[in-house]
Structures are given as structure tokens and as C-alpha cells.
């Protein structure tokens, strides 16, 4: 019941107030579709780096105008946030940020390392769950709290806890303060308390006396009279006003008042802030912008004191809902380093800059103030300063110079609610001339105050959508079904002869425009733009997308035209065409160049030579020479952002008036405040193939190092500015060789080859200046590591390790082979020595038995010729084994053929040699092969020759890395033969040079000889 009576109340005042807004601001809103973590925000606070620290009922979030880094309660980590909701922070002058919990609890979280350390609040147990009304920072740098029903408490630096001791004023009596502020001009503390409101002088150290204060005893008085709570939010602004609020018992509802130092007067303005808030409203506080404008807050409430009218005004509109919800309350609204304005409510996070609003938005309604959100077909100037504006089947709206809805002076507005104006002109005679849905024109004669209608022949009942005046003072006029009609000295009276058919085109007529020269330009939807001689009525240009050389248009759509200069002429075409008529050529402008859309609309300069577009996307402002386009949106005053444009037109006075899909844009090219400050860019995110890598241990490196398969890389980038971002332009030093600009702050680079990068970042405002320094970053993608100068220094290493090993072993094989060579040899000479000595000896013991013992020197001369033999065979088999030539089985084995031959004809000895056929196949090295072949002969020798064997057999088999030789025959040797004994220890001796294993069976019956000789 309550609540209706305030409501009704509220309501009643609001009736009797003005209830036109003076301003509709746009809103940009945050929500947890945009990344907060609740809908549900309690306060913004900025950081000195520029983050902006959003609390909220699920955690605390850092935001960098992109990305949002979340932090919330781990039940497993004491250094996190507590697990409630956060219902306030500061960020104080010593750089910390406090958060205070919806339970009471606080502390200061660390922005670099992201840990919570809590503060005590130092008070009786019996106090401690209560409320903490009041968290606040003095500009002196006092932090305290208010606890219900128990007082301030502030901020003891030293200890670091929140006591009683450290407050600035002592207890008043027996009262506690309810709240405090201090008079930035005095120093004094305003105070609250039960007994009402009093200012305590830190100087005496004691409350000034209210008797004979008119500042004191008048407030103190009202809070008497209203029975009222209170003050709180007590605020000082910049004129050193102090502002407060109460809240009457008496009235039962909340009251703002203002005590103006200037004429020493308290005001209320609970009249203008009902009729603002419309309904119930509590209040939560009142931001002071820096430069001074005054804002209030709080349940169902955000208002702004117009100081013209010294009323507060609601500045709600649709732009501050979403999903048809709007928010119930507003807890804090918070200024920014770049006076953005954060708004923390119960359904998001509000931000605008009221400053850089200079866009505003209006809707077409009549004077009964009814708003009609429809396209606007056409926007008219007239030379009194009114203005008019047209929708279709809704007909004219008519303004005055300060776009306030006026009765028109043409159609009255019950008569043209039905009516559909596509176009209407203002001729130089002051006539007022429309072209009409179904083929109509209506033509207003200014002299005699009247309005005639007619349809002419020549139109053929089709839409007029284009009507223009040339030089000579006859009106054209284009329609929907591609009709270019004349009327010929606008004697439209008549209205047979006068009015004649100049062209039918298979196209709508979009754009009719006469230029300096009287010449008519005509817009097509399909057939291009034609100019026509207004004189002769003939064609002098036809410009398409089929035309050759230079006036080629890039499309068959031509939705506008202006003429810039004398020769120079702009057409909206598929982008932005630039006409030179005298040099015949045609340059296009697109998003190629950097345009930011090519459905351009319509085209309008302001006096300043700047060319303003609109387009399907919004409006933009160019320079024609230069290549920064700047967009226009809901930071600058578009309410819902950008709108679809269909019409322009620039007033007299400079402002420039786009017609919507939905409403009118007033432009104010005079208020646009360029920034004169680029920030550096700052690095925001920074992933590795879309792997989040953490931004602050980035930062704290000079050089990021990435792994060869790290090199695919999406960086983010933010300026922490919060509305009208200024452009980031980039540069990857040993990749690209010009500045490029960052698509929505954001560089890409894929598979980048190892190697140093140095990325450079600059920030570039709409005024053209840039960031006085860079934003460097060194990037190192490591070469994989066989790509690495170590790698290549361990090939080349082993590379010679293993060319060393090679030659050693060569060498090694030399020195071995020649070795062998030279044991061989050392053999031979030793075996030839000892047979030349023998032969020698026999040959003097023969040749002194010749005369007397002649039996016993023939056979001292049938052994001379037994070791010759023998000295000329082991010659052979010597320099055989030594031919480099020999170095292989094959001709091992052909050897040991050749033996067995000789053997076999000698003794008329049948001897089986069986080979296994891996045997061929080896290659062993010269020692082996000439050890085996030489067991081998003597071991056969043993058999055949001495033994007397007549069927020997041999056997050559690859056991695993060993080749076995079995020889066998059914004889017997006689070991106590001395040549028996001799190739016996000759077989052993050449056994144990070739490290092998040898066996030598003989009895009675059989003979037998194996060799086991290893091959490596």
C-alpha cells in the first residue's frame, strides 16, 4: 500500500512537470552475454594501469574494454576472494584495491599477483555481523566504514585494521556517526548522527555550535519538520555546493537537497526528481563528473540536473534495455580517466561519456507526441529554418529549428497522417512542391496559402519518388518505373503540354540532382547514372559498369550524388566514386582503402570540407586525400548503436541530419572533440594456436620464447579506453615491411619460421596523431633442434668422428694387411732361408759322397730336388696370397682346385672336395684366407702324401661366423716321421695366427683333420 501511494504521488508530480527529455544518451551495455560473470553488478573502479575492476554477486572481474579475467573463491587456495558476493570496491590513492563482501568482509586484493589478504575490522563481537552501511575514501586518503548500530570505524595504516582509534572525529556523546563526508574546502567533517546533522572542526577538534548557523539550524530544522533519516550521500560539488539526501517520514519518501553556498539557501528537488524517477525510487548516491555535471542514482532512478532549468531529467530511454527488461536499480555509477560514465545495476553494466555524445537521436512524432519508428524518406530545410520530414504512409512531420514537433504549414497534420511523400522541394520562389505515392503531386503556392493536387499524364499513375528544380526554373521529376518527366517552366496549370516524357529506362529512379551548370543527374537502381542537358533534354553522359577506360562506375546501382567542387563530383556506387569531369576520369573509394562498408546511401559535407556518408551500417566521416574513416556509433551518441542511414541533408547552421530506419540523427559536427592523446596499445590476450597463454607472465618477461610448433599466434591488443578506441596499427619486424591496422584490436600470424620477431604496436586517434612511443615485444620461435647450430655442430662432429673411424679402420686394415704382407714375407724369407741352407748343406754332403759314396749322394741330390720343389711351391703360395687380385673366396677356392688337381696326378688320388655354397659368398681378409688355404695344403699334404691316402674327402661348411674345414681319409700317419711332425706344428702354428681351432685324429684305421676358423 505503501509503495502505491508513493507511486501515485510521484505520478502526480511528474504530470504537472516537463516531461521532455533535454538529451537521449546511448548506452553501451555489458551483460553476461558479453562475458561478465553476473548480470548483477554492485561497482566499477579504474586501476592506475587502466583496467577496469567490475564487482559483482559471482566474483570480481578485471576488463580491458575486450577480454574479462575472472576471480572467485577456491576453497582450496586461502588467498582467493571469499565465497559471498562482492558488494564494493575502491581503488584507493596508495594504489590498492578494497573489496568488501556482502558478508562483511574485507581486504585488499593484489591487481599484479591476484591474491586477497584480508583486513579486520576491529569491533565488539556482538557488532560484527551488522551492516556496514557506508565503505568511502576521503580525498585526503581516509578510508572508514559505517557499521550499523555501532559507528565509524577507519582505516589504522600502521596496523592495518579498521578501529574506532583511527577515526578522524570521536564519538559524539553517546551517539555514533551515521555517516561522514568531508568539506573539501575546510577540512571540516560533515556529520551524521541521531541527533541530526552537525560539522565537526578537526582545528578544535570539537562540533561547531548550530546556534547562530544558518547553514545548520535551517537543515537541522527540516530533518525536524520531515521527521526524517538522515542525511546521507552528503556530496560537495565543484561550485562547493553540498548535496545530500533524507528521507521523509512525514512525506514518506526520499528528498534531495542542496545547500547553495552562493546565496547560503537550502533547496529541495524532490519535485523534479519524482517526476524524473515516475514512479517509486530510493536513492543510492550522486556522482559529480569532473566537469561538474550532477548525477543521481539508485532504485528506479537515474537522473541528471539540467542546469538550465535546475531540474533533474530522466535520461532512461530504450537504450537502456534489453529484451524489453529494464533495470530496477543502479547501485554505483563511477568516472573514468577518459570520463566514461559506468552505471553498476541489477540487469548489467551501463557505459556511456556524455561528453562525447554529440550524435543525438530523435524520433519523428507530431505534436501529440507520438513516436514513430519508421524509415525516413526524405529530410527538408526550408528557408524559414523549419524542417521537414516525410514516412512513408504516415506523410509529413514538421519541426523548428530545434527539431521540436510544430503544427505544418502545408498539410495539417490530422489531413496527411495517410499520406506517402517520397520527395519535396523548396523552388526559389517559395513554392513547395512533393512527389506522391500512386503518381500524385502536390504543390503548395506560398502567395495564396494553398494546396493543390493533380496527377499528370505524363507520370502514367506511377510513384514519384525524385523531384528537383534545374537553372532555368523547370521541375523534373523521376518514378518508380524509370520515368524521367519535365515539367517545362513549372507551369504545371498545364498540365497536357507542359509536363513531357524525356526518357523511359528499365530502372527505378533513385537520385535526382541538378549541379551548378543546370545539369540533371539521374541515379538508377539498374542502368546506371545519366546527365542530362536541362536545356536540350538530351543525354551528355551515361556512366555504367560496362563503360570503358576510367569512367568505368564499379556498379549499375547509383543511390546518390554530390558535387564536391566545380569538377569534381561524389557517387555513391558500390563504395565511394570520385568524378573528375575535366581530367574524364572516375577513382573509387572502398573498403579495399579502408572505407568501412561500400552500401553507401547518401553523401553531405559539413562547412568544415569534411564529406559525411551514411550507409546500411551507420554514418561515416571522411577527407578525400586521407585514408582515416571514422565511425559513428552508440559511444557517440547513437541510440542501439549504428542504424541503417536512407537520408541526409546539412542544415544551415552546420549540423547535419541523417534519416534512419528508424528515427532522425542530429550530427553536431562543432562538438566532435578529437582526442589529442594516442595511448600506447597494451598487450590484452595472447594465444598460441588458440591456446590462452596468461598475459601477465608475458608481460613480465622481455622476451617470449615459443617452441618450433608454437608459431601460429593471435594477439590481442587494448588502448584502455572504454569509448571511441582509437585505431592500433602493427608491425612484425622481419615479416611485414609497412604498418598494418589491427582488425577490433586483434593481429594474426600463422606458422611463422624460426627465428627473432620484434612486434611493434601504435595507437592512432581520429585527429591523426599517434602514440608518442611503441609497444615492443620481442618473439623468439625456436628452430626444432635438428635445425639448431648445435645440432649442426654434433652432424659435423660425428660426420668426422665416423670419416676418423673410417680411415682409422683403413689405415687399421693397411697396417694390418701389410703387417700380414710383411709376416708373409718374413715367413717366406724365413722358409726360403732355411731351404737354401738345406740345399746348400746337401748339396756339400753330395758332392763329397760323388766319388765314393754315389747311392748315398743320389739321394742327398732326390732331396736337393724335393726342397727346391717345395721352396718353389711355397714361393707361389706366397706371392699368391699377397696379389690383392686374390682378395676373395672364389679364388680361394679355385686355388685349392688347382692343389687337388696337382695332388691327384701326382699320387693317382681320388680326392672329394664338397663346398657349401654359402661359402662362396665370403670375403675374408687376407691372413684368414691365407692361413686356411695353408692348413689346408699342409693338412692334405699329411693325407695324401705322406699318409698315402687314395680317397680323401673334404668338406667346407659356414657354421653361424665360422667356416669349418673336414678332411678325412682311411690311412694312418707315422708321427714319428720328422715330416709327419713338421706340417703337424705347421698346421698349429698357422691355426693359432687366425685364432681358429684345429683337431687332428689319426689311428690305425683313419685320419682326421678339422678346422673351426673364425671370419672376423
Known amino acids: 500500500m505503501r509503495y502505491f501511494i508513493l507511486f501515485f504521488l510521484a505520478a502526480l508530480i511528474s504530470s ?163 555517516f561522514i563526508s568531508r568539506d573539501n574546502t575546510t577540512g571540516d567533517y560533515f556529520v551524521t548522527s541521531v541527533e541530526g546533522f552537525d560539522v ?89 563528473q569532473k566537469n561538474g555535471d550532477i548525477w ?57 561519456n556524455p561528453e562525447k555524445q554529440f550524435i543525438s537521436t530523435f524520433s519523428n512524432k507530431r505534436k501529440d507526441g507520438v513516436e514513430q519508428h519508421f ?45 506517402s511523400v517520397w520527395d519535396m522541394v523548396e523552388r526559389k520562389n517559395g513554392d513547395f512542391w512533393m512527389g506522391i505515392q500512386g503518381g500524385s503531386i502536390y504543390i503548395f503556392e506560398k502567395k495564396i496559402n494553398k494546396l493543390h493536387q493533380f496527377k499528370p499524364r505524363a507520370v502514367e499513375d506511377h510513384t514519384i519518388r525524385q523531384v528537383c528544380e534545374d537553372s532555368s526554373g523547370s521541375m523534373w521529376f523521376g518514378t518508380q518505373s524509370g520515368l524521367l518527366v519535365k515539367c517545362v517552366n513549372s507551369d504545371w496549370r498545364d498540365s497536357t503540354n507542359s509536363f513531357k516524357l524525356i526518357m523511359r529506362m528499365n530502372a527505378h529512379v533513385i537520385k535526382l540532382y541538378t549541379d551548378s551548370k543546370g545539369r540533371i543527374w539521374v541515379g538508377t537502381d539498374r542502368d546506371g547514372l545519366y546527365v542530362i542537358d536541362s ?130 540523427l542530429i550530427v553536431h559536427p562543432d562538438k566532435i572533440k578529437l582526442p589529442d592523446f594516442a595511448p600506447v596499445p597494451q598487450l590484452s590476450d595472447f594465444k598460441v594456436f588458440d591456446k590462452r597463454r596468461s598475459v601477465d607472465s608475458i608481460l613480465n618477461n622481455e622476451r617470449i620464447v615459443l617452441a618450433y610448433n608454437e608459431n601460429s599466434l593471435t594477439i590481442d591488443f587494448t588502448t584502455y579506453t572504454y569509448s571511441n578506441n582509437p585505431v592500433v596499427m602493427y608491425m612484425m619486424e622481419g615479416v611485414d615491411k609497412t604498418w598494418k591496422q589491427a582488425i577490433q584490436n586483434e593481429v594474426s600470424y600463422s606458422y611463422l619460421a624460426p627465428g627473432n620477431y620484434l612486434l611493434k604496436a601504435k595507437s592512432i586517434v581520429a585527429s591523426g596523431k599517434e602514440s608518442d612511443r611503441y609497444f615492443e615485444m620481442w618473439i623468439e620461435i625456436e628452430p626444432p633442434f635438428w635445425r639448431t647450430w648445435w645440432f649442426y655442430f654434433l652432424l659435423i662432429l660425428v660426420g668426422i668422428t665416423i670419416l676418423y673411424l673410417l680411415d682409422l679402420e683403413r689405415m687399421n686394415k693397411l697396417r694390418s694387411n701389410q703387417q700380414l704382407r710383411t709376416d708373409i714375407a718374413l715367413n717366406l724369407h724365413d722358409e726360403v732361408n732355411s731351404s737354401l741352407n738345406n740345399i746348400n748343406l746337401l748339396s756339400e754332403m753330395a758332392l763329397r759322397k760323388a766319388d765314393t759314396h754315389t747311392e748315398r749322394s743320389k739321394e742327398l741330390i732326390v732331396q736337393i730336388r724335393q726342397q727346391s720343389n717345395d721352396l718353389i711351391i711355397a714361393m707361389d703360395d706366397m706371392l699368391w696370397s699377397i696379389d690383392p687380385e686374390n682378395d676373395s673366396m672364389d679364388k680361394t677356392l679355385l686355388r685349392m682346385n688347382e692343389f687337388i688337381d696337382a695332388l691327384k696326378a701326382r699320387h693317382d688320388a681320388k680326392i672329394t672336395l664338397n663346398i657349401d655354397p654359402d661359402v662362396v659368398q665370403l670375403k675374408p681378409d687376407m691372413k684368414i684366407r ?25 668338406n667346407l661348411n659356414l657354421d653361424k661366423n665360422k667356416l669349418m674345414i673336414d678332411m678325412a681319409d682311411k690311412v694312418k700317419l707315422n708321427l714319428a716321421d720328422l715330416n709327419v711332425t713338421k706340417y703337424l706344428e705347421n698346421i698349429r702354428v698357422h691355426a693359432d695366427q687366425i685364432k681358429a681351432d684345429v683337431d687332428i685324429q689319426t689311428d690305425k684305421d683313419s685320419t682326421r683333420i678339422v678346422l673351426n676358423a673364425p671370419l672376423s
Not at 504537472?16 to 558479453?34: C, P
Not at 582467493?80 to 558478508?103: C, H, M, N
Not at 548557523?213 to 530544522?221: A, D, G, H, K, Q
Request: glycine content about 8%; some cysteine.
Open 375 to 419: 524509415p525516413v524518406d526524405f529530410i527538408l530545410e526550408t528557408k524559414s529554418g523549419n524542417i521537414f520530414t516525410s514516412i512513408w504512409g504516415l506523410g509529413l512531420f514538421t519541426y523548428d529549428n530545434k527539431f521540436k514537433p510544430i503544427e505544418s504549414p502545408i498539410l495539417p497534420d490530422k489531413a496527411n497522417i495517410a499520406l
Open 930 to 954: 691365407h692361413g686356411i688355404f695353408t692348413i689346408f695344403k699342409d693338412g692334405l699334404r699329411l693325407i695324401c702324401q705322406l699318409g698315402g691316402g687314395r680317397d680323401s674327402i673334404i
Open 200 to 288: 565537526f572542526n578537526k582545528k578544535s577538534d570539537s562540533l561547531i555550535t548550530r546556534e547562530g548557523n544558518s547553514f545548520l539550524s535551517e537543515i537541522n530544522s527540516i530533518l525536524r519538520n520531515e521527521n526524517a533519516f538522515g542525511p546521507v550521500n552528503i556530496t560537495q560539488d565543484h561550485k562547493g555546493r553540498i548535496w545530500l539526501n533524507i528521507w521523509s517520514n512525514k512525506r514518506s519518501g526520499p528528498d534531495l537537497l542542496c545547500y547553495d553556498t552562493a546565496v547560503k539557501k537550502w533547496h529541495s528537488y524532490a519535485n523534479s526528481v519524482s517526476a524524473s524517477a515516475k514512479g517509486y525510487h530510493e536513492f543510492r548516491g550522486i556522482l559529480i
Open 296 to 352: 543521481i542514482y539508485g532504485t528506479n532512478l537515474f537522473a541528471k540536473l539540467n542546469n538550465e532549468t535546475n531540474a533533474f531529467e530522466d535520461v532512461r530511454n530504450e537504450a537502456l534495455q534489453s529484451l524489453s527488461v529494464p533495470f530496477e536499480m543502479i547501485y554505483h555509477m563511477y568516472e573514468d580517466k577518459d570520463e566514461n560514465i559506468w552505471a553498476s545495476a541489477n540487469n548489467g553494466l551501463y557505459i556511456f
Open 16 to 178: 504537472e512537470a516537463t516531461s521532455q527529455s533535454f538529451h537521449r544518451y546511448s548506452f553501451n551495455r555489458i551483460s553476461r552475454a558479453n562475458g561478465l560473470v553476473s548480470d548483477d553488478v554492485t561497482a566499477v573502479a579504474q586501476d592506475s594501469s587502466g583496467f577496469i575492476w567490475i564487482s559483482t554477486s559471482n566474483g570480481l572481474q578485471r576488463y580491458d574494454g575486450k577480454r574479462f579475467r575472472t576471480f572467485q573463491h577456491n576453497p582450496d587456495d586461502s588467498s582467493t576472494l571469499p565465497p559471498e558476493g562482492i558488494g564494493q570496491i575502491i581503488y584507493d590513492r596508495k594504489f590498492r584495491l578494497w573489496v568488501l563482501t556482502s558478508a562483511n568482509k574485507i581486504g585488499i586484493f593484489d591487481t599484479k599477483h591476484f591474491v586477497f589478504r584480508r583486513v579486520n575490522i576491529n569491533i565488539e563481537p556482538e557488532f560484527r555481523n551488522n551492516q556496514i552501511l557506508t565503505f568511502k575514501e576521503e580525498p585526503d586518503g581516509q578510508i572508514f566504514l559505517l557499521v550499523h548500530k555501532y559507528g565509524l570505524v577507519s582505516l589504522d595504516e600502521k596496523n592495518l585494521q579498521f578501529t574506532r582509534e583511527a577515526n578522524p572525529i570521536p564519538m559524539l556523546g553517546k551517539n555514533f556517526p551515521q
Open 535 to 664: 536545356q536540350t533534354d538530351k543525354v551528355i553522359e551515361h556512366f555504367t559498369d560496362l563503360e570503358p577506360g576510367n569512367l568505368r562506375l564499379p556498379g549499375i546501382y547509383v543511390s546518390d550524388i554530390l558535387q564536391y567542387q566545380d569538377s569534381l563530383f561524389l557517387i555513391a556506387s558500390s563504395g565511394l566514386c570520385v568524378l573528375n569531369l575535366e581530367r574524364r576520369k572516375m577513382d573509387r573509394i572502398s573498403v579495399a582503402d579502408g572505407l568501412p562498408s561500400n552500401d553507401i546511401v547518401c553523401i553531405t559535407t559539413d562547412h568544415l570540407g569534411n564529406i559525411w556518408l551514411g550507409s546500411q551500417s551507420g554514418p561515416y566521416r571522411m577527407r578525400l586525400g586521407s585514408k582515416m574513416y571514422y565511425t559513428f556509433g552508440a559511444e557517440d551518441g547513437i541510440v542501439f548503436g549504428r542504424r541503417k542511414i536512407a537520408e541526409v541533408t546539412t542544415l544551415k547552421d552546420g549540423r547535419i541530419v541523417f534519416g534512419t530506419s528508424s528515427d532522425l
